[in-house]
């Protein structure tokens, strides 16, 4: 595996012996604290040579960047939007060149498997091209007046200064998504990736950055600071910072979202997803089955769409589990690049605690475990540095959405299954969480469709038929509703949220009447 690093490592340009600047902000610096980048397959740290490790960014260099990002919103501001969207049709190239490389980085430092890892940068060129085609389209509005003579606009303009924190589980798109709308919208952004994966972070940056000083552009329209929670604090508590966007753990999005409403900054939250997938009796079991499998075990479920429950109508319970367990014996872990594998590891030892303590939670209560329930055993070298843990499938006693063990999300491959007779009570289990980010319903009746859609149907974000609760398209707005989720990303309306709106009412009339018929003169 480290052979194979080190060809990635070379073909993103990084480590070119000397240690990684884990900062940029029109220049690299980076002199603070060393950031390891840890190899969740193998355990090995990722660096060409021993002695090349990411450096964070120090207070002053934390400080220098936050300001530099202002004054690049200052002069990107003016840049028309179009041309905005030029230099972004630039950066979609540039990434588009480097996909295989920078996808194989992601494996190689989220742990996620190969496709998954160039699809994720696939995810990032699909919003490049949306963000190009908006900043022709990203259009106010003209308002009738009820005063002669005059007009009313609507304009977006440019917000300021985004701060994205990202989340390690998607170490390139969800910055995508937030770096395509922020740009075309005329802002400058600072990213503060996971201190998990500052390689992607860089990787992502030199590519952009180039694009960025090739155009004469500042570079700090892109800046990235990488470090720990003290660099995130410092960020999201910076009045310099217009609009934070943060993905991630419900607890720290809780202490993000506080610290920037008490200071009435915009936040936009992607926290916990706690998914379900509800099967109707008259489903395809053969497109329904190997979509939950994905959907609970891909990327070894650790996407916030990751489908953690499983709701099954009783006459298809058996038919169902008996297939689905199938498919979870046949999965192996191994190395995420080698293009047989469909298991990785989970990104730390950490979520390897928070996978056995779920599991210790559902033995506790008395639920079955199906299949998995531990970590493997016994892999070959050099598998057996890495954190991988078995596919579980667990039937709890009962369907008590306010117990834990259905109304937390862990972040594993821990799939819950419940039975219903009546759509209804999945629906009602479906919403009976805090979380309400993604579901999907398996069916072929046109009823349970609309039921499911509508008013009396999920409450989630996303609202799927016949499609797994992960792996959504861009073009959609993506975010979750209910209080664990705030605004939406990527698609749809959600670039509304990275602009100000000013309502100008422009008067070209001799006289300056006031509205509502007032009358301030005798
Ligand atoms: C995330 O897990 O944080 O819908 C994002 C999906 C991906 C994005 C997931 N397009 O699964």
Redesign the pocket.
């Known amino acids: 595996l480290s052979s194979r690093a080190s060809t990635v490592l070379s073909a993103l340009d990084l480590h070119s012996g000397r240690e990684l600047a884990g900062v940029y902000d029109g220049e690299w610096s980076g002199s603070g604290e060393v950031l390891q980048s840890v190899c969740p397959t193998t355990g090995e740290v990722l660096a060409r040579n021993p002695d090349e490790f990411v450096t964070q960014a120090t207070p002053a260099e934390l400080r220098r960047a936050l300001e530099r990002s202002r004054e690049a919103y200052n002069v990107f501001r003016d840049v028309p939007a179009p041309k905005r969207g030029e230099i972004l049709r630039q950066i979609r190239e540039a990434l588009a060149e480097k996909r295989e490389a920078l996808g194989a980085l992601v494996s190689l430092e989220m742990g996620k498997i190969r496709t998954e890892g160039v699809g994720e940068v696939q995810?990032f060129i699909d919003i490049a091209d949306y963000g190009v085609g908006l900043s022709r389209m990203m259009n106010g509005r003209v308002v009738a007046s009820e005063r002669p003579g005059h007009s009313i606009l609507e304009v977006p303009n440019p917000l300021g200064v985004v701060a994205v924190l990202s989340?390690f589980?998607?170490p390139v798109?969800?910055y995508g998504w937030n770096l395509a709308l922020s740009l075309a919208a005329g802002n400058a952004t600072i990213w503060k990736p996971a201190p998990s994966t500052p390689l992607c972070s860089i990787a992502v940056t030199k590519i952009v950055s180039t694009v960025l000083e090739r155009n004469g552009v500042p570079g700090a329209v892109a800046g990235l600071v990488t470090g720990g929670k003290d660099v995130g604090v410092t960020v999201v508590d910076s009045k310099l910072v217009d609009m934070v966007s943060f993905?991630g753990s419900e607890a720290v999005g809780r202490q993000v979202g506080q610290a920037v409403q008490s200071r009435f900054g915009k936040v936009l939250l992607?926290l916990s997803?706690n998914n379900a997938a509800v099967v109707m009796p008259d489903a395809d079991l053969d497109m329904a089955v190997p979509s939950v499998f994905f959907g609970a075990v891909g990327t070894a479920g650790q996407?916030?769409?990751t489908t953690r429950r499983l709701y099954l109508h009783s006459s298809i319970v058996q038919s169902f589990l008996s297939r689905l367990e199938t498919l979870y014996q046949s999965v192996q872990p191994g190395d995420p690049l080698d293009p047989a594998t469909l298991l990785g590891p989970l990104h730390t030892r950490q979520a390897m605690d928070v996978y056995h303590s779920a599991v210790e939670r559902l033995l506790q209560s008395g639920a079955e475990i199906l299949t998995g329930g531990a970590a493997y055993r016994d892999l070959p070298k050099p598998l057996d540095g890495g954190n991988f843990v078995m596919p579980t499938i667990a039937i709890p006693q009962s369907v008590d959405v306010t117990d834990p063990i259905w109304s937390t999300e862990t972040f594993a491959p821990v799939l819950c299954v419940g039975v219903f007779d009546e759509l209804e009570q999945a629906i009602e289990w479906n919403n009976g969480v805090p979380q309400g980010l993604s579901s999907s319903l398996w069916t072929r009746d046109i009823r349970n469709v609309g039921k499911w859609i509508g008013p009396a149907g999920s409450d989630a974000g996303i609202v799927n038929v016949n499609v797994g609760t992960?792996?959504?398209e861009i073009g959609a707005a993506?975010g979750g509703n209910k209080p664990l989720a705030l605004g939406r990303e990527s698609g749809g309306d959600a670039w509304k949220q990275y602009v100000r709106w000013s309502a100008c009412t422009l008067n070209f009339s001799n006289a300056a009447p006031l509205a509502q018929g007032v009358q301030f003169s005798n």
């Open positions: 995810e989340a589980n998607f798109a969800v993905t992607e997803g996407r916030c769409t992960s792996g959504a993506f």
